[in-house]
T-cell receptor
Framework: DAKTTQPTSMDCAEGRAANLPCNHS???????VYWYRQIHSQGPQYIIH???NNETNEMASLIITEDRKSSTLILPHATLRDTAVYYC????????????FGPGTRLSVLP | SAVISQKPSRDICQRGTSLTIQCQVD?????MFWYRQQPGQSLTLIAT?????????ESGFVIDKFPISRPNLTFSTLTVSNMSPEDSSIYLC???????????????FGEGSRLTVL
């Protein structure tokens, strides 16, 4: 079973920041938080991951709470092309095993 | 980042037949995985394709139904055997790659093979 809980769906206005929450209250000290997204009819795409510190890349920012029990993925300026299902996954970094995909959050970016 | 090609991208199959899906990676990778995504559902791991040995299957998946080959570090196949309409899904190949270094990596996915069984 997935170790994370996410809202089923969210809407965001185009050009605004999209903040996608994820709860992982049972996360262990050596487990990373990964975010992927799946645009309709495509394979999942890696977005970002982190362990303790906040992370930022060209796609998004990842904010992890100090107790690591929750995190937020931030898309700073959402576009229509960001409409997708977003998956939050926690796992030990061990060569790709243990990627358990939950239902994810369906983000709809509205014009 | 690893680039993954899957063939076929989609197919329509008759009940009782078998179909083999191919996965080609543009670089040598240690870990390759096969996932299934049923209509409207999330991804479920079928098995880990091990180079030079039998695949490791997840609970609910068996070798007779989903035989897997991994002849080298860049190629794998998944066969869906004796298909029924319940096997209609997207089948996705994925690989683990540590990229440019560091102590973490990413899971990369192919575009998937969409199977419809009539």
């Amino acid at each position: 079973d997935a170790k994370t809980t996410q809202p089923t769906s969210m809407d965001c206005a185009e050009g605004r920041a999209a903040n996608l929450p994820c709860n992982h209250s049972t996360i262990s000290g050596n487990e990373y938080v990964y975010w992927y997204r799946q645009i309709h009819s495509q394979g999942p795409q890696y977005i970002i991951h982190g362990l303790k510190n906040n992370e930022t890349n060209e796609m998004a920012s990842l904010i992890i709470t100090e107790d690591r029990k929750s995190s937020t993925l931030i898309l700073p300026h959402a576009t229509l092309r960001d409409t997708a299902v977003y998956y939050c996954i926690v796992r030990v970094d061990n060569y790709g095993q243990n990627f358990v995909f939950g239902p994810g959050t369906r983000l709809s970016v509205l014009p | 980042s690893a680039v993954i090609s899957q063939k076929p991208s989609r197919d329509i199959c008759q009940r009782g037949t078998s179909l083999t899906i191919q996965c080609q990676v543009d670089s040598q990778v240690t870990m390759m995985f096969w996932y299934r995504q049923q209509p409207g559902q999330s991804l479920t791991l079928i098995a880990t394709a091990n180079q030079g040995s039998e695949a490791t299957y997840e609970s609910g998946f068996v070798i007779d139904k989903f035989p897997i080959s991994r002849p080298n570090l860049t190629f794998s196949t998944l066969t869906v055997s004796n298909m029924s309409p319940e096997d209609s899904s997207i089948y996705l190949c994925s690989v683990w790659d540590r990229g440019g270094g560091g102590n973490t990596g990413e899971l990369f996915f192919g575009e998937g093979s969409r199977l419809t069984v009539l």
